[in-house]
């Protein structure tokens, strides 16, 4: 085993001699750590403590912010994501995204644009192109037995510390109040 961490370390380093000539920024490169398949586009600025696990691709001029963990996932250009950010298997991050600080990503597809900039849960869903989801938003998507999913249309707000519970839709450019527990399709 020791041999083998002594063989990682080597790949570590020269996988992240290569992505730097490539274009990559990394602060402390040896904080980072990829994965056979990580992509990285030119441009993309990584900052301290970063994980790659399997099957993530990040566009070019994309930001990762420290201590974040990334596992398949597709960030897209110009995408901001951090610090302390976790995207699971199906993340797929469009043009611009903001994903903040202690918000977790999982199965969702998300438009150019759209933010989640604190505190967040977005599990099984699809959020719209400029969509803003509030601090401490959550959606609810399995019940015990089933994971449903949760659609919010393009431009629309939903406000801090609110629970949305799948299966729903809520509507382009529509407004949630913060706080609100949301059971039925909001148009």
Known sequence: RDQLAVAEAIWQARRRR??????????????????????????????????????????EGAEIKA??????????????????????????????????????????????????NHLAYLGDGSVGAKANIGAGTIFCNYDGFNKSRTEIGPEAFVGSNSSLVAPVRIGAGAFIGSGSVITKDVA
Not at 26 to 48: H, K, N, Q, W
Not at 95 to 109: L, M, P, R, S, Y
Request: charged content about 20%; some cysteine; aromatic content about 6%.
């Open 67 to 116: 201590n974040c963990h990334l596992e398949g996932a597709s960030i897209g250009p110009g995408a901001r994501i951090g610090p302390f950010a976790r995207l699971r298997p199906g993340a797929k991050l469009g043009e611009d995204v903001h994903i903040g600080n202690f918000v977790e990503v999982k199965n969702v597809d998300m438009g150019a644009g759209a933010k989640a």
């Open 18 to 59: 290569e992505l730097m000539q490539d274009g990559v920024t990394m602060i402390a490169p040896e904080t980072v750590f990829l994965s056979f398949d990580t992509v990285i586009g030119r441009d993309v600025v990584i900052e301290p403590n970063v994980f790659f696990a399997p099957g993530v691709s990040v566009g």
